[in-house]
């Protein structure tokens, strides 16, 4: 007996929102792809981010964030194509990416990270805490500028966590 035919179409998924709403503020930037590389090694992930469409950001032993514009399809097939091991989650629909700037936004991430900011080279990053937020930091290549990967459900919570944590309760996270 042969199986069943094959299953209904899977509709594409909705365009990506951010959780303050179609047009997100300046602050808040929407990737096209966020997927958690788990079991990649160091020479795998360099490989994924060769041609530079695709940013791999260690945040523990062999545990890499793919951050893209890309569909999340292709972060997931690049991935696969030079780590065979590695397990991915997509996590794009589940993370909000907010970016802190300016000459104070050390002093503003310090005041509830409990690691010191220094330790992150440009372009790389740490999972760690900011305030009770679970969070992946992200230091810019340039001087002063941070992301700030959050889960979506709190992003709300973060942004007005950051922003009063500046230079007042109305201070741009990005400037």
């Known amino acids: 007996m042969a199986g069943p035919g094959p ?3 899977r ?3 909705p ?4 959780p303050f709403g179609a047009d997100p ?3 808040v ?3 096209g792809a966020i997927v958690r590389v788990d079991g990649a090694r160091r020479a795998e992930a360099e ?3 060769r041609d530079g469409s695709i940013e791999m950001l260690s945040i523990g032993p062999d545990i890499w964030l793919a951050v893209s514009d890309r569909a ?9 194509a030079v780590a065979a091991r590695a397990a991915c989650t997509d996590l794009t629909h589940a993370r909000v990416v907010l970016r802190v700037e300016g000459p104070d936004a050390r002093s503003r991430l310090a005041r509830g990270c409990p690691m010191d900011l220094d330790t992150v080279e440009p372009g790389g990053a740490a999972a760690t805490m900011l305030a009770h937020f679970e969070v992946v930091i992200r230091r810019g290549r340039e001087p002063d500028a941070f992301e700030v990967f959050v889960s979506r459900s709190v992003a709300r919570s973060a ?3 950051l922003r009063g944590h500046g230079a007042g309760a109305s201070a741009p996270l990005a400037r």
């Open 7 to 9: 299953g209904p179409e």
């Open 159 to 161: 942004r007005e966590w």
């Open 72 to 80: 999340p399809d292709e972060v997931r097939a690049a991935v696969g």
């Open 11 to 13: 509709a594409p998924p």
């Open 25 to 27: 503020p300046d602050d």
């Open 29 to 31: 930037r929407v990737r």
């Open 15 to 18: 365009p990506r929102r951010s």
């Open 47 to 49: 490989a994924v981010g």
